[in-house]
């Protein structure tokens, strides 16, 4: 079956750095565009940055530039997010999902991101 797990979140200090992993199964990853989101309590689910599924186009929100990098390793089903500067507002539940036109969307359980003094 299909299965997006998120690892990586945790408790940092503002300014400090995270590394999220997501481990894709269950379908051809290298075929999919990849996505992180985040979602806080009362808010929509918000795009933070997608990567194209050769890994050779990504965007991200104005609010993550030059701070956050989103990359992917075909041959090990991962995508990654590298959160460095991070700000009180960047604290979130922060998703995988995993999207292909007429094919297939599929969203991880979420690991989540607290930014705290």
């Known amino acids: 079956q299909v299965q997006l797990v998120e690892s990586g979140g945790g408790l940092v200090q503002p300014g400090g750095s995270l590394r999220l992993s997501c481990t894709a199964s269950?379908?051809?990853?290298?075929?999919?565009?990849m996505s992180w989101y985040r979602q806080t309590p009362g808010k929509e689910r918000e795009l933070v940055a997608a990567?194209?599924?050769?890994?050779?186009?990504?965007n991200y929100v104005e609010s993550v530039t030059g701070r956050f990098t989103i990359s992917r390793d075909n041959a090990m089903n991962r995508v990654y997010l590298q959160i460095n500067g991070l700000k009180p507002e960047d604290a979130a539940l922060y998703y995988c999902?995993?999207?292909?036109?007429?094919?297939?969307?599929?969203w991880g359980q979420g690991t989540r991101v607290t930014v705290s003094s």
């Open positions: 990567i194209g599924s050769g890994g050779d186009g990504t």
């Open positions: 269950g379908f051809p990853f290298s075929d999919y565009t």
């Open positions: 999902h995993a999207h292909s036109e007429g094919a297939g969307n599929y």
